[in-house]
């Protein structure tokens, strides 16, 4: 009857040790707290955008690609935060498939105001881009400033970044590496 005890007990701290290490395993995948993956990446629609100078860009055109689009104004004082490492991301050499679309959801679009802001920050990489007719936000359904959202190289979201990050933070460089 001991001895039957004891086996007792032994299986319930195994099986709760393997049901606790296996949740623990499956957070680590994550990199950090405010990523959504999306279990099934979802289709994006080719939505038309604009660079600083006003061309025309299409999503469709970066296939291929990994890409970051990330979505942000003048007076978002977590974008104004996080922009240098994203620019420092873009410098990374390691990733030789990457596109990073920084795009600027203010209506009506300000040339003047956003390169200041980038000139303040000391943005090198980094071009400016707008959303015109706001088209993004309307596609992507974006509840605020900063969201960032990760395309796969097949053109489909695989990831969403609600909130500002450090985009040089080591597990999230690991984990992105795999997509690129």
């Known amino acids: 009857m001991f ?17 606790f290490s296996s949740i623990s395993q499956t957070s680590e995948d994550v990199p950090l707290n405010n990523i959504v993956i999306n279990e ?16 025309k860009i299409s999503l469709q055109d970066y296939k291929g690609k990994l890409i970051i689009l990330n979505f942000w104004a003048t007076w978002c004082a977590p974008c104004k935060e ?10 990374n050499t390691s990733f030789k498939n990457l596109k990073i679309f920084p795009i600027n959801i203010e209506e009506p679009p300000n040339t003047i105001k956003t390169k200041k802001f980038f000139n303040n920050l000391n943005i090198k990489k980094l071009s400016i881009f707008f959303d015109i007719n706001l088209n993004f936000v309307k596609e992507f359904k974006l ?8 395309i796969n190289k097949n053109g489909k979201e695989f990831a969403r970044i609600l909130g ?3 985009f040089e933070d080591k597990k999230f460089l690991k984990w992105l590496s795999n997509y690129d």
Not at 40 to 55: A, H, Q, R, T
């Open 40 to 55: 099934i990446p979802k289709s994006v629609s080719p939505v038309i955008f604009e660079d600083f100078s006003g061309n």
């Open 3 to 19: 001895i039957n005890q004891k086996t007792n007990k032994f299986l319930f701290f195994f099986i709760c040790f393997s049901i």
């Open 143 to 150: 509840r605020g400033v900063p969201t960032t959202v990760l």
């Open 164 to 166: 500002s990050i450090d």
């Open 82 to 91: 996080e922009m240098p490492s994203l620019d420092n991301l873009y410098k």
